[in-house]
DNA sequence: TCATTTTCTGAACACCATTCAGTATGTTTG
DNA sequence: CAAACATACTGAATGGTGTTCAGAAAATGA
């Protein structure tokens, strides 16, 4: 996990990892059928890390106020942790495998903005009705906002060192805009 | 191109693109400095041909019809060109060189957008102020949808299938939620 | 101590992007 | 025409990649 993070998912090799951890290539895959394998493992990690952070860190008892601390949450989570990040929701390699990973793993970070937004819609807070899309359509945001930085889309809007407070607008923007 | 759209960029190597033209693969570095330069001349293209898709579908008089219509046209062009809007907004690869490149071209499209937000906020027909802000905010969800379906992020919420009709109604509900 | 199981090795395979000395072709000049 | 030059191309070599597997080493049990 440590070298995925420092170096990226596709400049860290077999033959690395071999060498860091003083074994032969060979026996990586003694305990791993490839490597894609490997990132599973610390996806189950990073999952469950954005998780904790919602839990520390967006626990308002206002449903509504609740929510933006989770989009405020997400999107700071997606640029303090830019690999983990990406290992999370842009890279290539996985979900062709095992599928109930992602509903036992990520499922619990997605259920935990899925309840807020029920609480939030059973009072009738929001300008909106159905959980799922709204749910999806936040997730976007959130995801898009993060991952166009990410990939460097955003280089004609601001200064890098101005994103973060433009993508915490942005978030804040579209919350507020679901609210009634 | 060809190659590029039907096995994706990683997978088709400077030996496969050599072989297919019937060259050596040192001549294809005669005239690109390496494979990323490939890559920019085939996004260069495929701006284009999204700014294409914008100019021919989302021309509605009515400006909030039109943000209606380029954010269904996103949406769609993603849907149907997955390996080329992997080129051109998930890979890792450019950004790096020449960002006059995507002022020029991925700026053409993100300007037609911004426009037509313009004319809307022009017209106070819309629930927000800051032009650019709400810019990025409607490119984060349409691009969000988009790439976190192609990146099979999102099967937990529907069959394969039913995705464009969901990623469809987001789009459009979020669309709904700016109009005034 | 010896047999058995478990763990590990590292060379080999088939790829990859990239480089570069050398060759072939085309063009221009004396 | 021939020699000089310019352009175009080759393909082997370099140093990487993920992955496999016969065989060696270490640990365990009798």
Redesign the pocket.
């Known amino acids: 996990m440590k070298m995925f993070l420092e170096d990226g998912y596709a400049k860290?090799?077999?033959?690395?990892i071999?060498d860091a951890i003083?074994?032969?290539?060979?026996?990586i895959?003694?305990y791993y059928?490839?490597?894609?394998e490997l990132l599973y493992e610390v996806q189950r990690d990073a999952y469950g890390k954005l998780l904790e952070e919602f839990r520390t860190k967006a626990k308002h008892k206002d449903p509504v106020k609740r929510l933006m601390q989770i989009g405020k949450t997400y999107v700071a989570f997606g640029l303090a942790n830019p690999e983990l990040y990406d290992l999370m929701f842009i890279i290539r390699a996985p979900m062709n495998v095992d599928e109930e990973l992602h509903k036992d793993n990520g499922g619990d970070s997605f259920d935990y903005l899925l309840t807020c937004l029920k609480e939030c819609i059973d009072k009738d807070l929001l300008r909106v009705k159905d959980v799922d899309l709204c749910a999806l359509q936040t997730w976007s945001v959130a995801h898009g906002l993060v991952s166009l930085n990410l990939r460097c889309r955003l280089k004609m809007m601001a200064e890098e060192k101005e994103m973060p407070k433009i993508l915490n607008s942005a978030i804040e923007d579209y919350v507020k805009l679901l609210i009634k």
């Open positions: 860290t090799s077999i033959r690395n071999a003083e074994y032969s290539p060979g026996t895959y003694l059928k490839d490597k894609d």
